[in-house]
């Protein structure tokens, strides 16, 4: 070990507060270590790859005969649905990231960083839509293979991601306060698989919601998921599904719905998050 | 004289458990302030209000001049945390974690490539500087923790308990770190359960327990006042125990502790120890054991506040509400 260079005991001058494109900057730099974290352990990322990919050939191959009398035409119904309920179980790795954060003692290192307060989250959630874009395009590409075919165009598909990435974003809310709450990343664990599947199932992702009790459709068609899951086979299929139980008439109001939940969601979940983790720092 | 940190009256709760009873402190520009004290003393809540991790509920806290609370982001330029708590991230490489910090304090992306690479070979970590961390052993993480809090050399430093857990090595490896430091001009605030730790490197230490301080003062100071010293003495023959006891007792100026078949006590004479020879000689008393050794922080405790300081590890972590079992009530044992 040599001389060790590290002091400057001269105060240098320091600015009061931190700029929002330092802020922004600082974001983008925590961003870029979620990613490099992928890089270290690709099995992260065989985690969000392999299982949509299994759900796919599971529904598709095992289900869809049973369900739409023919495997093709249930891969078209089942696919949007597919990637919206994908999307929800990936804004959980913000609610894991952060808590490996939190309890590994990582926040308090940053904390302790002149940089914006915000910056640590904003960073993670960032990071979170790359991984997000990813497993869309990963899920979508396999239904591409396997013989999903789009009914729009490319604009409209690209709305429909687009309108997925924004339905995440407001989700993460829900994922950061989990993430907050949570005691280790074990419960986060439990937590997707307890209180996701349901809500995911529960939805018209597999099944048209015809098909179910009277009591049950009450609540599968004001379920987010079955709402963004309309937009998307919208957006998506657009007029092929004439004829079947699954058209959707028009885009305008599932997409309409979508953005009024993604607000709801932001309006409850922001500030109890923001609460939850001012109490536990 | 400048103090660097500067602290009164701090204050802070968990839930029923008052972490921090009106804390005191001044650590002067350019020194070691030790600060002493079993597990769940209020160590780690001291150094977390002071690193602006924590708003205190009452009293004030000044570094360099500038408000912990109300001028946080000042503060933050001015330190480098690093401790049992303010960790490097495991699944990055070395060269990575200190990368991120650079980049995060703002400096050029080659900068903070140099910086990370510099701060790697002083530590002598550039053999694993792309490994990453997980992989690394409690010294070379510990070096790479102080790394990290060094990356934007911050004028002050604050050490929370960094070799706890560490092997004899590695503890004088890093006692030498931040020796180096300390000669560099950095002003360190050190929290530590060890007394020799303080001694070694702190020019003042302060002990504290239940979050408040109780003895403050240079190391001789507080070795004077204490007893730097232990001498044990384990007579062969039980029936001499009380014989043993009344000499080391008359010898030593202190009240002995008669613990199964040994008796100690605390001493800051170094000629007490061949007087006592001398005198169980004379007697013909044999032992079976005679040794002087470093006082622990228990026997400091004991001397200080006339308890013991609760065995480390099995108290209250400070990060819960858990109470510490039977600490504030644990009797001094029978002398």
Known sequence: MTAITTTAPATPELSPRVSPLDGVRQSLTLAWRTIVQVRHNPWELGDFSFQPIMFVLLFTFVFGGAIAGDWQDYLQFMLPGMITMNMLFVTMYVAQGLNLDLTKGVFDRLRSLPIARWAPLAGRIAADQVKQAWSIVLVLGVGLILGFRIGTDLAQLLGAVLLLLVFALAFSWVSVLVGVVARDPERVQIFGFTALFPVTFVSNVFVPAESMPGWLQAFVNINPVSILSDACRALMLGDKTVGTPWHVASAGPPVLQSLLWAAVIVAIFAPLSVWAFKRKI | ?335
Not at chain 2, 60 to 67: L, P, S
Not at chain 2, 234 to 239: L, N, Q
Not at chain 2, 289 to 311: D, I, K, M, W, Y
């Open chain 2, 1 to 335: 004289m400048d103090h660097a940190i500067w602290a009164e009256g701090l204050v802070k709760h968990f839930g029923e458990t008052k972490a921090l009873d009106g804390v005191d402190l001044a650590v002067r520009t350019g020194t070691v302030l030790g600060l002493l004290g079993p597990n769940g003393a209020g160590k780690t809540t001291t150094v977390r209000v002071l690193a602006t991790l924590l708003r205190p509920d009452a009293g004030r806290a000044t570094v360099n001049g500038f408000d912990v609370v109300s001028d946080a982001h000042r503060v933050r330029q001015l330190i480098g945390l690093t401790g049992q708590y303010a960790s490097v991230d495991e699944t990055l490489t070395g060269t990575e974690n200190l990368l991120l910090i650079g980049r995060l304090l703002g400096m050029p992306r080659a900068q903070a490539r140099q910086r990370a690479k510099e701060l790697l070979a002083q530590f002598e970590l550039t053999e694993a500087a792309s490994r990453a961390t997980k992989t690394y052993s409690g010294g070379m993480r510990r070096r790479l923790d102080l790394a990290a809090s060094l990356v934007g050399q911050p004028p002050l430093l604050y050490l929370d308990e960094p070799t706890t857990g560490l092997d004899p090595r590695a503890r004088v490896e890093l006692w030498e770190l931040i020796r180096r430091l300390v000669a560099g001009g950095t002003t360190v605030l050190l929290t530590t359960q060890y007394l020799d730790e303080a001694d070694v490197l702190a020019d003042e230490i302060m002990v504290i327990d239940h979050g408040r301080v109780i003895a403050a003062g240079t190391p001789d100071e507080l070795k004077a006042k204490t007893g730097s010293q232990t001498l044990a003495v384990r007579p062969a023959d039980d029936s001499q125990l009380p014989l043993v006891a009344s000499v080391v007792g008359e010898l030593a100026c202190a009240t002995p502790d008669v613990k199964g078949h040994l008796v100690t006590a605390q001493v800051t004479d170094p000629r007490v120890l061949p007087a006592v020879v001398r005198r169980l000689d004379d007697a013909g008393v044999v032992v079976t054991e005679l040794a002087l050794r470093t006082s622990s922080l228990n026997e400091v405790f004991l001397t200080l506040t006339g308890h013991p300081a609760g065995e480390p590890g099995g108290e209250r972590d400070e990060q819960t509400d858990r109470p510490r079992a039977g600490e504030r009530h644990t009797e001094r044992s029978p002398a």
